[in-house]
Structures are given as C-alpha cells and as structure tokens.
C-alpha cells in the first residue's frame, strides 16, 4: 500500500488473492455487485459525511458496485463497513482515544470493517466576519472586547477568515453532480440553504479547512490497498484498477503519522475548485489548526502593532529611520524591538488570546520588509540578536502563567540565523525554519549549510520546538506558462527524513494564481512526495517515483522518469553554477527548457495522444512555454552579443581622504 506504513502494506497484501485461492472470508464486492453497506452515526462530523462518500464513489469505480450509505446497518447485508465513530463502533470498543493530526484505526472482524479517526467540525472565533465587508464590524466588536487588556488596538486576528470555509454557493450541485443527488442527507443532512452567514443556522453548508477527517484518512488508505492513488488534482490524475470482486481484509492497524503538521498554505481556500481541495485530503495533508489554532504561523507581530488606533497613540513602539518613527510601512508599520512597552502589549495580547480564546499560540513573527530600527537601544546589534532577544523575553514571561502554550516566531530573511546572544530558549518557544531553498539540498555544500542551521536552533529550543516553512513557489509566473519546472522530489524526500523527529511538520507556500494551483502539471509530484513522506519519513523515494512513472505514465514510464530526472538534475545545476558568465548561463538554461519539452514531446507520440498517459503528458506541456517558442528565444540567446560588454564599470574608492565619491544611476 504505497504510501502509507509496511505494517498497513503487509496485512493488505494478496487481499484480492484470497478470493482467487477460495479463501472464506466475506466480500464487500462480489463480480461487481455490493455485498456490504457504509455504516454512519445520524449526527457526525462534515469530514464523516465526505469520508462515507469517497468510499462510496471510488469503490464503485473500482468494482462497479455502489455500496448504500446509511445511519442504521441493514439485516441480510453480508458486510458492514462503520466509517467514523458511532454507537456500533462504540459497541465493539473501537474509538478515536489517542489519535491526533488525522491518525487513523482499521479494524475487521468476522462481518466488519472499522475506519475511523478522529473527527471534527471546525467553528470560528467570534466576531468572525463572513466577508471582507464585515470586517469593520467585527473589528469594531473586537476592540470593545480587548478594551480592557490595551489602551489602545489590535487587529482582529482572524479577519480573513472566511477565506478558509470552502462554501460555494453551487455546492449543492457539486455534491450532486459528484456524488449523486440521492445522497442530498449525507452531505447537507440538515437541509440548509446556502447562506455567507456561517452561524445563522449554526452550522452551513461546505466545508472548513480546519475541519478534521482522521476518518477520511483511513477511508483513502483502504483505498490505496485496492490500488487506487491520486497523484494530481482531478480525474487525469487519478489512477484506478478495475477489480470486480473484494474481499474483506483482515487488520487491526492504527496508523499515526511521522509529522503532527501538514499544511499548504492556501491564499484563497474558498475560491478554490473542489478537485483541487479534495486533492490535498486524498494526500494526508492536513492544516495547522491542531497545533496553532486560529492564529497563523506568518507576521503575526502586525496583529498587535498593525491597528491604526495602535500607530496614533504609540508611535514609540516602531523603528526609527532617519529620526522618523515608521508607522507606515506596508500599513502596519515597523516595530522597535527594543521597546520594552511593545513587549508588554504582546504579553497582554498573548494572555487575552490564551484566556479568552483558549488558543494554543501566537506569533511573533514580524512583519515582511525588516530593517534594523536605528534608536540607541538596538544600534549595534544584528538582526537575530533584536528578533530573538524580544520574542523569548515576551515568551518567558508568558511561560509564568501560561506554560503550555506556544510563541512562535521565523528564522527568516535577516534573522535565519541562531543568535550568539540566547544559549537556549525557553521551552513555549518555537522556531519556524523558513524559505531554505529546498531544491537545492541535494547539493552537499548547500546541505552543510542548511543543516548547520538546524542543528543550531535544535540546541536552544525544547524537543519538538521547531516547524518548517518552505516557499515553493517556483511556477508562480503571474499567469504566465512556465518555462522550466522547479522537479525536485528527492531534496522534497531528503529534507523531510532529515527533519523525523526533531520538528512538528511543515506549513508550506505553493504556487496558486486565482485560486487555482498555479501549474499542477509540473508542481503534483513534488507535492506528491511531500505529502507522502510528511505522513511516513522512512519510505524509499526511489520506490516512491518507480511506483509513479509506472502507474501514472504505463508504456511511457521510461521515457517520462528520463526526462523529469534529467530536468531535475538541471534545475539544480543551472542555479548552483554562479562561475558561469552571464551569456552561457542563459543558453544553458534555455538548452535545459528545450531538451525538457522534447522529451516530453516524444513520450507523447509514444504513448498517443488519446490515451490516458499521452493526456498526462499534454497537460503538463499546455503549462509550459510551446516548443517552438523555447527554440527561437535559444536560437535568440545563442546569437545575441554579450550582455556585459558595454554595461559600465564602477570602481569602488577609499573615502576615508573626505572626498565624495561619484554616485552613478542605473538604466533602463
């Protein structure tokens, strides 16, 4: 069962063999005709609902049967399959205790199956604001909430909230169109109409980001032993066997996995289509709701600083540049992280969100744009020294009275590095390691480095204190199509195994363009392999990627591993390669671009353009640059003149005789 434990794997091993050997255990599909039933509680979690329907809907794409949904088992049906808790698996002693971060049980006995984990609906904070036009008004119940806790602001920290409740006004229809109009009760089983309001019936219709489907997770897993696997958003990315007669397994596994966090972070989770946000479920990937609550992981010192109430009455909070407070970059302003009155404000927010919210942690992540403030206090001092010295003073004092919570805070930009200053952190302290060029970690001298880093900030947080942040926005491009895909599954791979054990998972930024995945053509199997691997560490990636040309490509699965491993090595060798000059490189890049494409191209005859592998093939190849294009901008690089040879030459001169030097203004 790829992807998931051995312990899974071994004990679904030749399940469809014992039907072939006559074995005399009970079918759950006989000669494509349903045997058993899916079995739900009457009240149950949203991700209950969806699990009991993916099974549904895959195994009859698989077998051609379509197994009832329903809340109370049936007399005379062969097989029972209980998808998430209920009172019968109350009965038969099997519950969710102990599974966290959508670790999942599997369960059979004589005439049963039990896949469930642990389930559960998300509701936002109030005042939650249902659209950016409610934001004022919640923001305004906010303040009068806070009002005793500071003399002044805070920015609502959830303002953007909505952007995580995946609730299309056509939802019905979607369901409808996908999983049947005759399961109306499973997935809006109240009846609701949809409405932007999420609390005016208490619940609504779609579903949350945050919403947990340990049940789901074990749903998928039983179908990946069947062979079924999803290895990019939609119905091409799929890959399903046609097996007409299942047997019922044998198992008692409960699978947990490697990392508690793993979460894309999605610009616009709502705008996205629903293929594209199934696609992370079918993975394992999960959100960082668990670990971190409603208050996100990036720049979250601007809740505490950013209110414009906040920048009027304390501009001695912010940096001074050029003896100017800056309360206005970027709308938020700039904080002084010297200021011991700042310090006190994040106290009091962090004691207000713990007490009154009940939230497992705040930022202290500042703002994107960091410059070193110039007062008296912090002239002298690095980066890290200011960024780390404030946030673990802030997190001491909240340790007192709050000892179970976290403070996070990036090891970003100027900052990356672990300060000389701080022997060690204290322990409601954690670091996010951010934007590390996961790439290029194949590269041994860019894994020294990298991992020096680690093991830095590994001896002054507390076990478990660190979470990672990559940006793999590679194919972001605005809209453009994409020249040369960022292929690198086995740094993805190698990172990930590296980090088992001594980080809680990883929060990571894709590229996306108008809620949409940017190019999943060229992204899906690094993001494939990431989920993968985020669930068990210890997988062999050479298996990993054998089983995905194979599967994915059939009798192109030569030619497509050649061309993916050939433009993976070259990705890295063309950003690693700084000695070459500026002509050379470009071309080099270019050959790259063009021999990718080619390879692509001739697959694609191969395997023929109307069958399922050449549709695999094309899709990509309609993300990237044509062919064509690729060659006449190479011919156009070969043939043009060196890009340096009029360029200007500056020569730097010792000032210290009092004469100014020359100043020179770059063009166009």
């Known amino acids: 069962m790829r992807g998931w434990p051995a312990g899974l794997l071994l004990l679904f091993a030749g399940m469809c063999a014992w039907v072939d050997a006559g074995w005399s255990a009970p079918l759950i599909v006989k000669d494509g005709q349903a045997q058993a039933q899916i079995v739900i509680a009457p009240e149950r979690p949203r991700m209950v609902s969806l699990a009991a329907l993916e099974l549904q809907d895959y195994l009859e794409k698989v077998s051609g049967a379509r197994l009832p949904i329903v809340t109370e088992p049936a007399a005379g049906v062969p097989v029972s399959i209980y998808v998430g808790q209920s009172a019968h698996t109350d009965k038969l002693g099997i519950n969710a205790e102990g599974l966290q971060y959508g670790a999942f049980r599997m369960v059979s006995g004589p005439d049963w199956l039990v896949l469930l984990g642990n389930d559960f609906d998300y509701n936002p904070p109030k005042p939650y604001p249902a659209a950016s036009s409610a934001i004022p008004a919640a923001q305004e119940e906010f303040d009068k909430l806070t009002a005793k806790y500071t003399d002044s602001a805070w920015e609502l920290p959830w303002r953007s909230a909505f952007k995580a409740w995946w609730n299309p006004r056509d939802f019905d229809k979607i369901m409808g169109d996908r999983y049947g109009t005759n399961n109306l009760a499973v997935w809006n089983p109240k009846g609701l109409t949809w409405s932007r309001d999420y609390y005016a019936e208490g619940v609504g219709t779609g579903f949350w980001k945050h919403d947990e489907g340990g049940s789901l997770n074990a749903v998928y897993a039983f179908l990946r032993s069947l062979g079924v696997e999803w290895y990019m958003p939609g119905d091409l990315g799929e890959v399903i066997p046609e097996i007409k007669t299942i047997a019922l397994p044998e198992v008692n596994e409960t699978s947990k996995p490697d990392f508690a966090m793993r979460s894309w972070f999605w610009y616009n989770y709502a705008a996205f289509p629903f293929d594209h946000t199934i696609w992370a ?10 670990v971190l609550g409603d208050i996100g992981h990036a720049h979250g010192l601007v809740n505490i600083h950013g209110h414009k109430a906040m920048r009027e009455k304390h501009p001695e909070y912010y940096a001074l540049y050029g003896g100017v407070r800056d309360t206005e970059h970027r709308g938020h302003g700039t904080a002084c992280h010297s200021s011991a009155e700042l310090e006190q404000e994040c106290v009091n927010f962090g004691r207000f969100m713990f007490d009154h919210y009940n939230e497992p942690h705040i930022s202290l992540f500042p703002s994107d744009g960091f410059k070193i403030c110039g007062c008296e206090k912090c002239q002298g001092k690095t980066a890290s020294e200011l960024v780390w010295g404030f946030v673990d003073r802030i997190a001491r004092e909240l340790y007192k009275t709050h000892p179970d919570r976290i403070v996070s805070c990036g090891a970003y930009t100027s900052y990356v590095k672990p300060p000389d200053s701080i022997e060690k952190f204290t322990p409601n302290m954690m670091v996010v390691i951010c934007n590390r060029g996961r790439a290029l970690l194949d590269d041994p001298v860019k894994w020294e480095e990298y991992w020096s880093e680690i093991e830095g900030w590994s001896k002054k947080v507390a076990p478990g204190r660190l979470m990672r942040g990559d940006n793999n926005r590679f194919t972001l491009n605005d809209g453009r199509p994409v020249k040369f895909p960022a292929l690198h599954p086995h740094a993805m791979a190698k990172d990930i195994a590296a980090l088992k054990g001594i980080c809680l998972g990883e929060y990571s930024e894709e590229s996306q363009h108008k809620g949409r995945w940017k190019a999943p053509g060229c992204d899906h199997l690094n993001l494939y392999v990431q989920s993968r691997f985020l669930w068990d560490a210890d997988q062999d990636i050479e298996t990993i990627l054998n089983e995905y040309f194979t599967e994915f490509y059939g009798p192109v699965a030569a030619e497509m591993k050649a061309a993916f491993t050939t433009a993976e090595l070259d990705f890295n060798r063309l950003r690693l390669d700084t000695g070459t000059d500026l002509k050379e490189a470009r071309i080099n890049s270019m050959k790259a671009s063009v021999a990718f494409s080619e390879g692509l191209h001739q697959a694609l005859v191969k395997a023929g353009p109307d069958t399922v592998y050449g549709q695999r093939i094309q899709f990509i190849l309609d993300e990237i640059v044509p062919l064509a294009d690729l060659k006449s901008e190479l ?25 100014s030097p020359e100043t020179y203004a770059m063009k166009d």
């Open 635 to 659: 011919e156009t690089a070969i043939n043009a003149p060196d890009p340096r040879q009029d360029a200007p030459v500056v020569v730097g001169r010792d000032a210290a005789g009092g004469k």
């Open 281 to 290: 479920r079918r993975l394992g990937m999960n959100n960082s709701y668990e």
